[in-house]
């Protein structure tokens, strides 16, 4: 079935830094991908997504371009903020199902 | 955005005793909800799929029932732990989609910190 790799943290950065996390995926076909993001003690929450090839998400000021040449979906932002200190999750649907496969989640920590 | 509530927010109970989560979609209806448990510093495991008026499907090694799950309405399903054990402790989130093909958006409860003594 379908899977994501996504790159293992913790990651600590400081404010304003460029931010990139890794993502690849196994798939039959071009499914959605997506990245979430968990704040502290929170559930998750829709970051963005794609739902084809070479179709760029954004939000917040994140990006993630999906890539069928490198099957890749890599999260970036280009100035973190203390605010973006999460963790985060590349996911997409195992094949035939509603249901969603999820990265094993990143950490992010922006110190000021 | 689409809202999905759970309650109770948290909780803590005796071991042996039962335990109801509420996983409630606010302004959408939602056939299918589903069920994820995350341990401290993991990711999201799914544990099962709730459908609307029919039996839930269960992913494999997860006790039916042990963790019995209810869909009686198209906005809330319930997640209900039998004679709960500290190893049931966890985070338990539900998430449903707005719509009903494969690659459409799932919208997140906030989770439920289930704590057994």
């Known amino acids: 079935g379908n899977s994501v790799t996504q790159m293992e943290g913790p990651v600590t950065l400081s404010e304003e830094a460029f931010l990139t996390i890794n993502c690849t995926y196994t798939?039959?076909?071009?499914?959605?991908l997506f990245w979430y993001v968990q704040y502290p003690g929170e559930g998750l929450q829709l970051l963005l997504k794609?739902?084809?090839?070479?179709d760029k998400g954004s939000n917040k000021g994140f990006e993630a371009t999906y890539r069928k040449e490198t099957t890749s979906f890599h999260l970036e932002k280009g100035s973190v903020q203390v605010s973006d200190s999460a963790v985060y999750f590349c996911?997409?649907?195992?094949?035939?199902?509603?249901?969603?496969?999820f990265g094993k989640g990143t950490k992010l920590t922006v110190n000021p | 955005g689409a809202v999905v509530s759970q309650h109770p927010s948290w909780v803590i109970c005796k071991s042996g005793t039962s335990v109801k989560i509420e996983c409630r979609s606010l302004?959408?209806?939602?056939?299918?909800m589903f069920w994820y448990r995350q341990f401290p510093k993991q990711s999201l495991m799914l544990m099962a799929t709730?459908?609307?008026?029919?039996?839930?499907?269960?992913e494999q090694g997860v006790e039916k029932d042990k963790f019995l799950i209810n869909h009686a309405s198209l906005t809330l399903s319930t997640l209900t732990v039998t004679s709960a054990h500290p190893e049931d402790s966890s985070f338990y989130i539900c998430?449903?989609?707005?719509?009903?093909?494969?690659?459409?958006?799932?919208?997140f409860g906030p989770g439920t910190r289930l704590l057994v003594l």
């Open positions: 709730s459908n609307e008026g029919s039996k839930a499907t269960y």
């Open positions: 302004d959408f209806q939602a056939t299918t």
């Open positions: 798939a039959t076909g071009y499914p959605s």
């Open positions: 794609a739902t084809k090839a070479d």
């Open positions: 996911a997409l649907p195992p094949g035939g199902s509603e249901k969603l496969v």
């Open positions: 998430s449903a989609p707005t719509g009903s093909g494969v690659g459409e958006t799932q919208y």
